[in-house]
């Protein structure tokens, strides 16, 4: 079935590194246009990044810009969001979704165009 997965959070210190992966059961990650979104605690959630199903558009929120990548596996099995630089407002839970369309990047950073979610994976960063 239809099903994301994400892994590789933890507990990091301010400064350092660290990469989320995102994998999907059939062909859901080669068809679909994946996103990373996270929540904080009494936050809403919100847009991180985005990779079009072909690889040919990414979309980045302006916090994370020129710190995070994303990016897919050469065999479309995993996406992934590399996290350089992390700071304390990074802290919280780490979400992938798919989204079937293409959108300009107004749409692409709402949560309400994405229909599948995974359960999240929690990333701590401390100063």
């Known amino acids: 079935q239809v099903q994301l997965v994400e892994s590789g959070g933890g507990l990091v210190q301010a400064g350092d590194s660290l990469r989320l992966s995102c994998e999907g059961s059939?062909?859901?990650?080669?068809?679909?246009?994946i996103a990373w979104f996270r929540q904080a605690p009494g936050k809403e959630r919100e847009f991180v990044a985005r990779i079009s199903s072909s690889s040919a558009v990414r979309h980045y929120a302006d916090s994370v810009k020129g710190r995070f990548t994303i990016s897919r596996d050469d065999a479309n099995t995993m996406v992934y969001l590399q996290m350089n630089a992390l700071k304390p407002d990074d802290a919280a839970v780490y979400y992938c979704?798919?989204?079937?369309?293409?959108?300009?990047?107004?749409?692409?950073?709402?949560?309400?165009?994405?229909?599948?979610w995974g359960q999240g994976t929690q990333v701590t960063v401390s100063s």
């Open positions: 059939g062909d859901i990650l080669s068809t679909s246009n």
């Open positions: 979704a798919s989204d079937r369309f293409g959108r300009p990047a107004s749409e692409a950073m709402r949560a309400i165009n994405y229909k599948d």
